[in-house]
Every structure is written in structure tokens, then in C-alpha cells.
């Protein structure tokens, strides 16, 4: 049985090698936003507020563009629906804690914090402080993710535009899935995401982000049913 | 102004993290869908990576010989037998580097 310490500090671990690629999204992140002729107090707000990578250059880009308020804000929660996903998954883990800290644990979910606090639940389900591995990881991307964003609002963008850093966000999340590659099934899972979210990234609001899943998990439904 | 907008956007971005873990009890989920749950990071994930790769700045296409379709294959051979996050991502990012900055300089 491993301890909460021990337990959080491996999230900690799990989650760092993914901070190659936050840190200099974080650092373009506030940058733009700067660039985009918000102040740099708003710029900065997002991150505490919204912490959510690309919804927020979306937001500002959006606004910046004429957008009316309400157009960014559903922008933002359409982006983010990816999340009720991820809470549905986890779930099952965190069904024990008290409802007070499911609601505090539930600001630190992001994406590459579920992807490895996910494997990890998948490894160890009998571990009594399960949940302090995604705190771990939670915590981690937030400190991060706040220093990165606030860097790059101060600094604004020292990351060399010509080194497309914003390309190692792909490699970040292909870095999470390529082990999954094994399996005939996910493969297949994950060409229709894929390709869905070409054909439809075009859609208002943003909305492919949350309807290639749909389509992918509507297969795997199919998938495990012809399994059968 | 800016700042509501940005508060909306944060409650509305909180209640898509909080409402499947906090308000959604696990029985309520049957068997089934969580079969299908399993393939949430396969279904997901690939919404973020192929737009990132195959979709340029201005929203449109890129060219079948565009540097980071080399990139993005060399990360999932790298990453596939290394079992490395940092493999992957620098090796993507290298081989990247190396066709913009070597090959079509």
C-alpha cells in the first residue's frame, strides 16, 4: 500500500515529462494574449480562472476578432465538454471521497493529467489515496501551467516562433496514445476520431473537439458489441 | 466586460470537470457504457492530435509534404518501442527541426 505522499509525488512524476511541451504552449499562450492588446492582468486571470490550454488563446482570438461575449464563452465550454469524459472515467475512482473533495479535486482535471492518472488507476485500483496521483498530476500542470502563462504575459513570446513549438502539443498527446496503438481496436477508434475531427473542424464553435469523440465512441460501442 | 465573460467561461469550464465526478453517482453508469469508457482516451486524444499536425495556423490543410507529417510518424515509431514521453516529443520535434531548418533551407 502506498502512502499519500508517495502516491502524489509519483503523479508528480508521471505527469513532468509532459511539461516539455506545456511549458512553451503556456509561455506562447500569454504571450498572444498580450499580443492581442488584453491586459495582461486579464491575460493572466484566464489562467487561474478557466486553466484550460487552448480554450483560452481561442477565447481571446475570438474576441479579439469581434466576437461577441457570448460566442467566446460558448466557445470555451464546448472546448472544455471533453472534460465530462474524462469525470466520467474517474469516476469510478473518486467515488468514495466526500463530496467536497470531489468538488476540489474536479478544478485540477486536465488532459494529460487524466491520460496518466488514468493508467496509473487502471495499474493500482486497490490503493486505498487512489486520488492523490491526480492530485499530483493536477497540481503539478496548475503550478506549471500558471508560471508558463504568467512568463509568457511578462516576457512576452522569448520562445522563438520560427522553433513551432505549438507542434509539440500533437506529440505530447500521440506520446499518451501510442501504446494503445497495439490494440486493432483502439486503432480503429482512434482513425475515426481522427479523421472526424478533420471533417468537421469547420463546425461552429469549435464543436469537433467534442463531436469526433462522440463519433469514436458511438464505434467503440459498435466494436465491443461485434466482439461479442 | 472582458472579466465576466472570462468568469462565465470559468464557472462553465469548472462544471464540465465537476458534474460527471461530483454529481454523477458510478451506479448510475450501467456495465455497457463503462465498456465504452475504456476508449475515452483513444476517442479523444486523436481530436487534438490530427488537427495539430494536418491543419495549419490559418485553418486550412496542409501539404502532403509538410515537415510535421514526418515529424508525427517519426514520434509514433519513437514512442511506440521507447515507451518515452520525452523520446517521443523531442524525436518529433527534432526530426521536425531538422527538415525545416536543414532540408528546405
Known sequence: MLSKKQLFTRGMLDISPHMLSVIPFGIICGAIGVELGFHPYLVYTMSFIIFGGASQIVFLQLLSGGASSLVAVASVGIINSRHLLYGAVLSEYLEKLSFIKKLLISYIVVDQGFAESNKFFKKNRGEEFLHYHLIGTGCTMWVCWQIATLSGIVLGSFVPEELGLKFAIPLTFIAIVVQDLKKLDHVIVMITCGLSSLLFFDAPFKSYIIISPLIALFVAALLLRLKK | ?105
Open chain 2, 1 to 105: 466586460m472582458t472579466l465576466t465573460s472570462i468568469i462565465f467561461a470559468g464557472i462553465l469550464t469548472y462544471f464540465t470537470r465537476m458534474t460527471m465526478i461530483a454529481l454523477i453517482s458510478r451506479d448510475m453508469l450501467g456495465d455497457k457504457i463503462k465498456a465504452v469508457l475504456e476508449y475515452v482516451p483513444s476517442a479523444v486524444f486523436p481530436a487534438i492530435i490530427f488537427p495539430g499536425i494536418f491543419i495549419n495556423d490559418f485553418g486550412t490543410f496542409i501539404e502532403i509534404n509538410d515537415p510535421k507529417i514526418f515529424g508525427a510518424l517519426v514520434a509514433v515509431i519513437v514512442g511506440y518501442f521507447s515507451k518515452n514521453i520525452i523520446a517521443t516529443i523531442l524525436a518529433g520535434l527534432v526530426s521536425y527541426w531538422f527538415l525545416i531548418f536543414v532540408v528546405f533551407n
